[in-house]
């Protein structure tokens, strides 16, 4: 099992930066790629951002990619989301996510971020 939790939320103005972070732990070793996902209030969950463990390239979600990236710290078990120039419709529930080689699928509990006008 792979336990996630995330942190760094908030809430900022529009044209502000947050950094989210994801700290993995128990059996990190059988990861291969952790990412972000996000809830908007009455939306559908909805990709944001991935990258794989072993060869750090990363994939973001084209209707973010200008304004968002994604880096991991592999000492740490960390995922970083550099979020810049935020708008409001980015405010949503953001989740950490963890996945093995196999079909093992872990989420973080989800922060709040919220970017006001």
């Known amino acids: 099992q792979v336990q996630l939790v995330e942190s760094g939320g908030g809430t900022v103005q529009a044209g502000g930066s947050l950094r989210l972070s994801c700290v993995a732990s128990?059996?990190?070793?059988?990861?291969?790629?952790m990412g972000w996902f996000r809830q908007a209030p009455g939306k559908e969950r909805e990709f944001v951002a991935r990258i794989w463990w072993g060869s750090d390239s990363s994939t973001v979600a084209d209707s973010v990619k200008d304004r968002f990236s994604i880096s991991r710290e592999i000492g740490k078990d960390t995922v970083y989301l550099q979020m810049n120039t935020l708008q409001p419709e980015d405010t949503a529930v953001y989740y950490c996510a963890a996945n093995g080689y196999g079909p093992d699928e872990y989420w973080g509990p989800g922060i709040q971020v919220t970017v006001s006008s």
């Open positions: 128990g059996r990190t070793f059988t990861l291969h790629a």
